[in-house]
């Protein structure tokens, strides 16, 4: 059965903070791992990494994957209030014959 | 706003009813996905759908049950409720799982069984 655990459950920081989220799996047949951040409503979709070792960037946000150690993590600098959130880590398996399997997500709060 | 349309939003209703979850996906998108997001259990694949074919089921009860019809819009429907179905219920869409692409969620149903 598809794994995936994420750490910390919880992370509080001050604004201006750096982070890192922590994304391990196990996973049939890998595909993609991929990154959501959910706030009221809907996950929105931030990252998807298939090779190891190369970094995703979408201004303060990166992430990188490592298929060997079967391993991902969200990096966040210079944090803001906006990016309070859930951040979920799913994986994709099956050869993408199947739907993600998501971890139970960091909840972050950035404190002003 | 993902594109992906999910009605009605919030839906209330009593034990041993029947209920029916719909969702139009984004533009192009021929993929469906559902899933069952409760607070002890997280966010779970229910079932997924590709053109209007069953592709792929997850930890779908077999009180639950889904269709896409031709237009690719699908449904989710939900019988003979219990209170424990009661959860946030999503959909996802995407191009094509061969392609490689992520999916996109709407906004939710969030269902409530009193």
């Known amino acids: 059965e598809d794994k995936v655990v994420q750490s910390p459950l919880s992370l509080v920081v001050h604004e201006g903070d750096t982070v890192t989220l922590n994304c391990s799996y196990e996973?049939?047949?890998?595909?993609?791992l991929l990154w959501y951040k959910q706030e009221k409503k809907a996950p929105t979709f931030l990252f998807m990494l298939t090779s190891s070792g190369i970094e995703k960037k979408s201004g303060r946000l990166s992430s990188i994957l490592d298929k060997k150690e079967l391993f991902s993590i969200l990096n966040i600098t210079a944090t803001q209030t906006g990016d309070s959130a859930i951040y979920l880590c799913?994986?994709?398996?099956?050869?993408?014959?199947?739907?993600?399997?998501f971890g139970k997500g960091t909840h972050l709060i950035i404190q002003p | 706003d993902s594109g992906v349309t999910q009605t009605p939003k919030h839906l209330i209703t009593a034990t041993g009813q029947r209920v029916t979850l719909r969702c139009s996906p984004r533009?192009?998108?021929?993929?469906v996905y559902w899933y069952q997001q409760s607070l002890d259990q997280g966010l779970q694949f229910l079932i997924q759908y590709y053109n209007g074919e069953e592709r792929a089921k997850g930890n779908i009860l077999e009180r639950f049950s889904a269709q896409q019809f031709p237009d690719l819009h699908s449904e989710l429907n939900l019988s003979s409720l219990e209170l424990g179905d009661s959860a946030l219920y999503f959909c996802?869409?995407?191009?094509?799982?061969?392609?490689?692409?992520?999916?996109?969620f709407g906004d939710g149903t969030r269902l409530s069984i009193l």
């Open positions: 533009s192009g998108d021929l993929s």
């Open positions: 996802a869409s995407s191009v094509d799982p061969s392609l490689g692409q992520p999916q996109h």
């Open positions: 799913a994986v994709e398996g099956g050869g993408g014959a199947d739907g993600l399997t």
């Open positions: 996973v049939t047949n890998f595909r993609s």
